[in-house]
């Protein structure tokens, strides 16, 4: 018997069975361990500001300081080195760019996030930047297979893991549990990324968006950083490279594309001249929604069965404060889940 069945062990999946084991409660996981899932091909990337104008990505006050207590904690009780915080160096696209970005990140509101302005050509023939940059703190990646990779192997010795796939019609719910094979558990929460949309209970507006990466190594030079303009470079162990990413709604297939090929390539060109030869290629699919925030929460005409997806590109940096946050929900401890996350805010799209 066990307080929680979690369906799905990707990050999601993984943050939250992680998160209510710390907590003292008992729980199996279920996965069909599919090789080319979101988080086991994605990136890994966190950074706090985003996009062309640099803004703080939603709740970054929160989400960082609590991801860079979560992640390392995680990392001990593992046994497991898959946290790696990076700078990220931005360059400036134009002298207009540098101008609305210097006077923007003045604000005291980023003096968490940006550490210094960086003076043109700082990196010479490594890096194209006319207009120097800034470069931001409290950004990296998580190594997520890794990731996934050590907590399905304790959990395994564990007994509390099975790779398998979980059926609808398997599943039997009464007033008071639910039960799938022997497993009698209070409650089931579906991370299943975003096909979750086609299938069981729940049926609500995601918005998959396909992304691709590149896996490199540079011929000649070395990059410390993260480097961010257009496509970024992310360094990885023994001088390899991702280069990424793109975002594509149009094209849910897992293969790579030609289109893909173009758009990294072109946006690489315009970062660096240096030479490299390529070592792979990733593609996957992110669970992202229509309004960018995740879905959480218990459905309302089987309250024993809930969900907690939704994670998008953000997933790294969102899943293990809202684990905790449903975690909380989960055990009595709030009455109500944030209503940007609530999957009440989907009232009418749930079978």
């Not at 996350?341 to 799209?349: H, Q």
Request: hydrophobic share 40%; charged share 20%.
């Amino acid at each position: 018997m066990a307080h929680y069945l979690i369906v799905g062990q990707g990050i999601a999946g993984t943050t939250l069975a992680y998160t209510l084991l710390k907590r003292g409660c008992t729980v199996h996981i279920a996965d069909n361990n599919q090789p080319q899932t979101a988080s086991k091909v994605a990136a890994g990337l966190f950074n706090p500001v985003t996009g062309y104008r640099m803004t703080k990505t939603w709740l970054a006050d929160r989400l960082f300081p609590f991801l860079y207590e979560f992640y390392p904690a995680m990392e001990r009780d593992l046994n497991a080195h898959f946290f790696h915080p990076l700078p990220m160096y931005r360059p400036f696209e134009s002298m207009a760019q540098q101008n609305e970005i210097l006077a923007e990140t003045s604000d005291e509101k980023f003096a968490r996030y940006v550490d210094k302005v960086v003076q043109p050509d700082a990196y010479g023939s490594k890096i194209k930047d006319d207009f120097g940059g800034i470069m931001l703190k409290n950004c990296g990646y998580v190594n997520l297979p890794l990731l996934l990779s050590a907590a399905r192997s304790v959990w395994q010795a564990a007994g509390i893991y099975r790779e398998c796939e979980v059926a609808e019609e398997d599943i039997r719910v009464t007033a008071d549990k639910v039960y799938f094979q022997e497993i009698e558990a209070d409650y089931l929460i579906f991370c299943r990324g975003w096909q979750e949309a086609t299938r069981g209970l729940f049926s609500l507006p995601f918005r998959p968006v396909k992304g691709e990466t590149l896996q490199v190594k540079f011929t000649d030079e070395q990059y410390k950083e993260i480097i961010n303009r257009g496509c970024w470079i992310l360094p990885q162990a023994e001088n390899t490279y991702h280069i990424g990413a793109t975002y594509h709604q149009q094209d849910l297939s897992l293969e790579p594309t030609q289109k893909a090929w173009d758009e990294l390539t072109g946006k690489l060109a315009k970062l660096t001249d240096a030479s490299w030869e390529l070592i792979g290629r990733s593609a996957g699919i992110r669970p992202a929604t229509y309004d960018r925030r995740p879905f959480i929460g218990m459905h309302p005409q089987q309250p024993r069965i809930g969900v907690f997806n939704g994670l998008g590109a953000k997933g790294v940096s969102l899943a293990p404060y809202f684990a905790a946050v449903f975690t909380d929900f989960l055990e009595g401890k709030i009455d109500n889940l944030p209503a940007e996350v609530w999957i009440g805010r989907c009232k009418g799209l749930m079978n």
